[in-house]
């Protein structure tokens, strides 16, 4: 009888994320995330000015987020620096 394992012709340099990925990302400082992974239990209400939210907003923008988790992801940053 035949052993059913299935075994690949392919080898290490056939896959793609075998190697080294780092050159695919632009950001090289990487920073640990200890807040956005939580639960978002608590809503808080933050008045701003409207070029404030507009400037916000368009930075979230370029990096592809929404302005909410753009501003917790900023908050972060400061707070992690304590």
Do not use: C
Request: hydrophobic share 30%.
């Amino acid at each position: 009888m035949k052993n059913s394992k299935r075994t690949s012709n392919k080898n290490k340099s056939d896959d793609p994320l075998s190697g080294d990925l780092s050159n695919l990302f632009e950001n090289k400082s990487w920073q640990r995330v200890r807040f956005e992974l939580k639960p978002k239990n608590k809503t808080v209400t933050i008045r701003m000015s409207e070029d404030l939210l507009n400037a916000v907003k368009h930075e979230a923008d370029e990096y592809g987020l929404e302005y909410q988790k753009f501003i917790r992801i900023a908050l972060e940053r400061i707070v992690g620096k304590s």
